[in-house]
């Protein structure tokens, strides 16, 4: 017995485990993200539910989307605020030249004055786009109150975000095949339609 407690004795002190404040965080260098592959999209895909969506990524921040089919079918935004970066493994200072597909790599995400928020990874060469999207449990359980011009009703999606309930948040993992690409004038107001 003694001999084994000796064993995880040595066992544990050969395992140092550094104390957390003596870790020095090291800055790193995030990619750059080049946007002109993306900006002026207007695409059309539709997932493996069935559900399909038109976007127009208007600018570096900015897209306009419609809900053509699925649970809120008809739904149209306009002004969705959001942030996309290139995805992409080099560095700027590592001059690495990365392939044409993941060049076309785009990571989108938004939150919406209904509580709902996305994540994309829309890959333009693959024709493919893999989304998270997490419901808020009142959109789940009403998700009609979301179908409309949703310019026109801010302050009552926010109401009823507030309203709630929230949670439970249900998670929505999606996979999209784009059938629709083509390239528009930035910040083209006319893109989407709003009704």
Request: proline share 5%.
């Amino acid at each position: 017995m003694g001999k084994a407690s000796s064993t995880r004795k040595s066992v544990k002190e050969s395992l140092l485990i550094p104390n957390i404040s003596e870790i020095m965080l090291q800055p790193f260098e995030e990619p750059a993200s080049d946007l002109s592959g993306i900006l002026g999209k207007h695409i059309i895909y539709t997932y493996s539910n069935g559900w399909e969506y038109e976007m127009y990524y208007k600018n570096s921040d900015t897209v306009d989307y419609k809900v053509r089919s699925g649970s809120v079918g008809g739904r149209v935004v306009k002004g969705q605020k959001v942030s996309i970066r290139q995805l992409q493994t080099a560095l700027p200072s590592e001059k690495v030249e990365a392939s044409e597909s993941e060049m076309s790599s785009y990571m989108i995400s938004w939150v919406e004055p209904t509580g709902t928020s996305v994540v994309q990874v829309l890959n333009l060469n693959r024709r493919e786009v893999r989304t998270v999207i997490l419901f808020p449990d009142w959109v789940v359980k009403e998700p009609l109150k979301t179908v409309c011009f949703q310019n026109e009703h801010l302050d009552l999606m926010r109401s009823y975000r507030d309203q709630g309930p929230t949670y439970p948040i249900h998670p929505k993992i999606m996979l999209g095949r784009l059938h629709f690409i083509e390239h528009c004038t930035l910040d083209n107001e006319h893109v989407i339609n709003s009704h």
